[in-house]
């Protein structure tokens, strides 16, 4: 059974900076696609950034490029989002997802971490 418990979001003030952490455990995440999505109120969830794990290549959406890095810790089996000169519209609950099948849905979903960001 696959588990993703996300840690380390917030209140800061924009331009700040945040790092979230997704803890995996119940496989071997080798040859997993980790993701980083985000909801904000009253919006649809969107695609924040995701790590290929055994390969470490990374993508991100256009609005957080340059600003977020994600990246993994094998030792630890944790996935983490670096967020800085963060704005107002990060404000989102995040999730951190995972899936085992290039093409597929995210078949794998964290509880969420609350990142609101003040103006």
């Known amino acids: 059974q696959v588990q993703l418990v996300e840690s380390g979001g917030g209140l800061v003030q924009a331009g700040g900076s945040l790092r979230l952490s997704c803890a995996a455990s119940g496989r071997t995440f080798s040859g997993y696609d980790m993701g980083w999505f985000r909801q904000a109120p009253e919006k649809e969830r969107e695609f924040v950034a995701r790590?290929?794990?055994?390969?470490?290549?990374?993508y991100y959406a256009d609005s957080v490029k340059g600003r977020f890095t994600i990246s993994r810790d094998n030792a630890k089996n944790t996935v983490s989002l670096q967020m800085n000169s963060l704005k107002a519209e990060d404000t989102a609950v995040y999730y951190c997802a995972a899936k085992n099948t290039a093409g597929m849905p995210y078949a794998y979903w964290g509880q969420g971490t609350q990142v609101t960001v003040s103006s």
């Open positions: 790590i290929v794990w055994s390969s470490g290549s990374t």
